[in-house]
């Protein structure tokens, strides 16, 4: 008989709404009755319930401090009747309310008193679901998260907490739904404290695991190799042998013209001098630098710069087995330069058996000057450039400046002063509708007194992006790439801008990738990759990229700040505050960080950090450029989405540097998406522009 019973049991597909409040037994008696009453009459006032009762395809199961709905519509109607009841009880902030959601399987059974109710896995999961939030949550089941993720409308709501320690030793993978204004963005209590016990064991772990193999790691790590590609390589910095130690620079200069015409050979893996610079010029673990640059061979050199002579010896060595491959010194005159620095880029082609094209010969050969004085300027401005900073890169525009003014022929200059200009509004209150036409006009004039220079069409791309057009940025970074496929800026400047901004997402990540494995120790280049993974809502990855990069570097405020918007979107605002702070720090009070700051602590309750700063931004702008885009963040995190948006308007208007480029993917501005006003920007952003067809018909002149 009982097999009978089980036999005609129906199970069909519930969607089912499992909603209590949150310290329901502490109340007084009075108070459980008044708020049962309050939230069954504000469940019953959405509309998805109506319509659902309506068409009798609603099934309410009571609890002693909540309910369920079971819907039998669609996978949407809980989450609708979610949203709605989550916007009722702003009007009741003395009702705590958590809700889970789960499709599966329910029937119908008889309860003791012989009312139809429901059960089923369907109900039992949406309570489990429920249980692992905190006041405010709105959770959905992994399942229930994947039907909606196929609709465009509700992507940018869903964020994944990954898996709950739930019932009988069970784990349920949980999704939050939450749009800025309804919901709770915070994560649950049960996955933060999840984390830390985590976190304890896997020290402990750690501790155990050291213990064990630390005696023979030395033994084991002699005997495995490291494998890198045998056409790669690494040139450390030259020693300075001069007198004189202002002739430094030269030396630094000449690694990195040395290093600049191999990383023009397509059949050559060439580690841009960013991550070279820390290493001194003669070390003595070579085999180490090697491994962590991923190479397997290293130029080192050094240089004597006397009067009009110059002695430069270099020596080109197999890491893996130090061996000596090639090596020569050359005595000449400084007007000689140009050809010993491209007879010693061809010599080590040559010894690492690298195919050249009849193109690729030409670009190592080329003279960018015939003044030797205008070549130490663009050496000096091309190191500040490198080193960032705003007070480097405008130090570095007036050497590019003096180099033109010497040499007004020097296309290799203007590509510099193009790339120092695209630039300086991130790092100092220079306004973009100053300094881009500036970079507009260099990178325009370098590409016409010579279009096979990558970083003149580096440039050229990010004023393009700047201007709105994606498409045609896109064209001239892969123009940049196919003339020097070694040059790591335009692989970085490519992922992270124009395909970022497009939701193209997998080929940004495998472009600042690529940078990485030609620029591995540059902070900003991994800094950058981790802001992708950022608008590419890949959170993990991003933290782990970014704290990777922290240990490298923990003063780098970018990585700083750029991990608090992280942490801040997936709803931890303390750590999120932290990090602002420390990047506020690190930068005498950066006005980025400290806008980000007040509107993370305005999320986190205190509202009066974002009053005083638009105050204080309204002060500023009198006197400077105040990016519009920050005023939009501040007012997002006080819920006036009229202000946010008249704001975002004027900092498309005025294309304002990279905030707004990103306007289609930001999770910054998730609560402003689905407002017919936002979605116009994002189009006016998108659509495609004309401006690339008019600069080439400029260059042509």
């Not at 940018?156 to 907490?161: E, I, N, V």
Request: charged share 25%.
């Amino acid at each position: 008989m009982p097999a009978a019973s089980e036999s005609d049991l129906r199970f069909e597909i519930g969607h089912v709404l499992f909603i209590d409040i949150v310290g329901y037994s502490k109340l007084l008696i009075d108070e459980q009755r008044e708020r049962i009453q309050d939230l069954r009459e504000i469940v019953r006032g959405t509309e998805q319930f109506r319509l659902a009762e309506t068409e009798g395809k609603l099934m309410r199961l009571p609890t002693g401090d909540g309910g369920a709905l079971v819907f039998r519509t669609t996978p949407e109607a809980p989450v609708l009747c979610a949203l709605e009841i989550s916007k009722a009880l702003k009007a009741h902030p003395e009702l705590r309310v958590r809700m889970g959601i789960h499709s599966g399987p329910v029937n119908e059974v008889a309860d003791l008193n012989e009312q139809v109710n429901m059960a089923g896995a369907g109900v039992n999961v949406a309570q489990r679901v429920m249980d692992c939030g905190d006041a405010g949550h709105i959770l959905l089941s992994k399942h229930t998260a994947e039907d909606l993720g196929q609709y465009r409308q509700w992507q940018a709501q869903l964020h994944d907490l990954g898996e709950c320690d739930v019932k009988h030793g069970g784990r349920l993978h949980v999704v939050n739904l939450c749009n800025g204004e309804l919901g709770n963005l915070q994560v649950p209590m049960k996955f933060r404290q999840a984390v830390k016990k985590r976190r304890r064991a896997l020290i402990t772990a750690l501790i155990l695991f050291a213990a064990v193999v630390g005696g023979s790691y030395y033994f084991f790590s002699q005997r495995l190799a490291f494998k890198a590609p045998d056409k790669s390589i690494a040139v450390l910095p030259f020693e300075n042998l001069s007198h004189d130690p202002d002739n430094a620079y030269f030396a630094e200069g000449m690694q990195d013209e040395i290093l600049a015409r191999l990383s023009k050979i397509a059949d050559l893996k060439v580690i841009s001098r960013t991550s070279t610079q820390k290493y001194k010029s003669a070390p003595d673990n070579l085999r180490e630098i090697a491994k962590q640059l991923g190479v397997a061979n290293v130029l080192e050199g050094s240089v004597q710069k006397a009067a009009d002579q110059v002695r430069v010896n270099v020596q080109l060595i197999n890491a893996l087995n130090d061996a000596h491959l090639w090596g020569d010194v050359y005595d000449r005159k400084l007007t000689d330069i140009f050809a010993v620095e491209s007879d010693i880029a061809k010599a080590i082609a040559d010894a690492l058996q690298a195919k050249l094209t009849g193109a690729e010969k030409q670009l190592i050969a080329a003279k960018p000057t015939s003044d030797l004085t205008a070549y130490d300027l663009y050496l000096k401005g091309r190191l500040l450039w490198s080193k960032r900073g705003g007070e480097n890169i405008q130090q570095a525009i007036a050497f590019y400046e003096q180099a033109i003014a010497r040499d007004p022929n020097y296309a290799l200059a203007y590509a510099g002063l193009a790339e120092a200009y695209v630039i300086l509004p991130f790092y100092t209150a220079t306004a973009p509708s100053d300094a881009n036409p500036k970079a507009k006009t260099a990178a325009l004039k370098a590409l016409q007194l010579n279009d096979k220079l990558a970083e003149a069409h580096t440039g050229f791309a990010r004023v393009l992006w700047y201007e709105f057009d994606m498409l045609g940025s896109i064209s001239e970074f892969q123009r940049a790439i196919a003339l020097n496929p070694n040059y790591a800026t335009a692989h970085q400047w490519y992922g992270r801008a124009p395909l970022a901004a497009l939701g193209r997402f997998d080929e940004a990540i495998a472009e600042g990738k690529r940078a990485i494995e030609l620029d591995p120790l540059s902070p900003i280049i991994n800094a950058d990759l981790g802001y992708t993974m950022f608008n590419a809502r890949r959170y993990g990855e991003a933290i782990a990229q970014l704290r990777q990069i922290l240990e490298i570097d923990p003063t780098f405020y970018y990585a700083h700040y750029t991990l608090g918007m992280v942490l801040q979107v997936k709803g931890d605002l303390p750590d999120a505050i932290a990090e602002y702070t420390k990047a506020q720090q690190l930068t005498d009070n950066n006005l980025r960080a400290r806008v980000l700051l007040a509107a993370a602590k305005a999320q986190s309750g205190d509202k009066e950090a974002a009053v005083q700063m638009l105050a204080e931004l309204e002060e500023l702008s009198r006197n400077r450029n105040v990016r519009a885009f920050w005023r939009t963040v501040l007012y997002i995190s006080l819920g006036n989405r009229e202000e946010a948006i008249r704001w975002l308007e004027e900092g498309v208007a005025g294309h304002e540097d990279m905030e707004v480029n990103f306007i289609k993917v930001d999770p910054l501005l998730d609560p402003l998406r689905g407002d017919p006003r936002f979605e116009a920007l994002v189009q006016k952003v998108l659509a495609p522009k004309n401006s690339r067809t008019d600069t080439t018909e400029a260059v042509n002149r």
